[in-house]
């Protein structure tokens, strides 16, 4: 099993920066995937980053320019790092991987993070 942790979030001012880490840990052979979601009240959830194990990113339109995603595979940890943020960026961030495991194998399974919760406040 694959248990996902997230940090970093917070209360920010609009225009202010915050970085997001999401630590993997548990009994797997390789993460693949790692992205990065958010859900704000009354919305769906939505994918905003995501980065393919072999460096592969995308982005929603509605970070590009703002967000970077980045990964250390030392680590098993995937980041986002938020600039210039806005009100309208205020939500639960989920982080989420898919990962190859005993159970899993020759394919795998997809495993998601608590949530960290951002504030941008005007």
């Known amino acids: 099993q694959v248990q996902l942790v997230e940090s970093g979030g917070g209360l920010v001012q609009a225009g202010g920066s915050l970085r997001l880490s999401c630590a993997a840990s548990g009994r797997f052979f390789s993460i693949l995937t790692m992205s990065w979601y958010r859900q704000a009240p009354g919305n769906q959830r939505e994918t905003i980053a995501s980065?393919?194990?072999?460096?592969?990113?995308n982005y929603a339109d509605s970070v590009k320019g703002r967000f970077t995603i980045s990964r250390d595979d030392a680590k098993h940890t995937v980041y986002l790092q938020m600039n210039s943020l806005k009100p309208e960026d205020t939500a639960v961030y989920y982080c989420?991987?898919?990962?190859?495991?005993?159970?899993?194998?020759?394919?795998?399974?997809?495993?998601w993070g608590q949530g960290t919760q951002v504030t941008v406040s005007s």
């Open positions: 989420s991987c898919s990962a190859r495991t005993a159970n899993s194998l020759p394919g795998s399974f997809d495993y």
């Open positions: 980065i393919a194990h072999g460096g592969r990113i």
